[in-house]
T-cell receptor
Framework: NAGVTQTPKFQVLKTGQSMTLQCAQD?????MYWYRQDPGMGLRLIYY???????DKGEVPNGYNVSRLNKREFSLRLESAAPSQTSVYFC?????????????FGEGSRLTVL | EDKVVQSPLSLVVHEGDTVTLNCSYE??????LLWYKQEKKAPTFLFML????IEKKSGRLSSILDKKELFSILNITATQTGDSAVYLC???????????FGQGTRLTINP
């Protein structure tokens, strides 16, 4: 009963280092998302993939890249980390066509950039 | 630009009180509004509202939508310490397969 699984759960980086956050879902959902959450800011969408083979920018895409590897997996890459990217990152998926329905979230990845 | 605004941003009450959380939205061609509860980790789904005036209820939690005035409220009666969480509302912009979230309301229930 895994749902949405994110790795790693915690990561500390130095400014300029790169890393990839991995996300996998086992619910056969078409759509997958990456959000970041900062204090007082709610959830802000970084990138999403409405279906396998497509990706689109969200509200805050700068400094990030994504890959929809297959239907199950959606990764988020920071090529050159900056302190402003210190945040909690959530991956989510949705099986509802048209994007009107609920998202299922992973447990989050806490990233600190020094 | 599509926007979701929640109020208050923070609320502290005593156990047993009733609370009302507010969510207003501006989105082209409204389709739905969703409420989530976030404790320590991932947000969990509470309600999805699509029609005005129809209350959705789950135990002590209830929610209603007003499509004319563009807002929704989440009520929690007889609050318990386990209700302490951040409550988020969200709506999908027209034509996009995603959700736009509000800032969240941090609710603290003191014993």
């Amino acid at each position: 009963n895994a749902g949405v699984t994110q790795t790693p759960k915690f990561q500390v980086l130095k400014t300029g280092q790169s890393m990839t956050l991995q996300c996998a879902q086992d619910m056969n959902h078409n759509s997958m998302y990456w959000y970041r959450q900062d204090p007082g800011m709610g959830l802000r969408l970084i990138y999403y993939s409405a279906s396998e083979g497509t990706t689109d920018k969200g509200e805050v895409p700068n400094g990030y890249n994504v890959s929809r590897l297959n239907k199950r997996e959606f990764s988020l890459r920071l090529e050159s980390a900056a302190p402003s990217q210190t945040s909690v990152y959530f991956c989510a998926s949705s099986g509802i066509v048209g994007g009107t329905g609920e998202l299922f979230f992973g447990e989050g990845s806490r990233l600190t950039v020094l | 630009e599509d926007k979701v605004v929640q109020s208050p941003l923070s609320l502290v009450v005593h156990e047993g009180d009733t609370v009302t959380l507010n969510c207003s939205y501006e989105v082209t061609n409204f389709r739905s509004l969703l409420w989530y509860k976030q404790e320590k980790k991932a947000p969990t789904f509470l309600f999805m509202l699509t029609s005005s005036g129809i209350e959705k209820k789950s135990g002590r939690l209830s929610s209603i939508l007003d499509k004319k005035e563009l807002f929704s409220i989440l009520n929690i009666t007889a609050t318990q310490t386990g209700d302490s969480a951040v409550y988020l509302c969200a709506t999908p912009p027209w034509g996009a397969q995603k959700l736009v979230f509000g800032q969240g309301t941090r609710l603290t229930i003191n014993p």
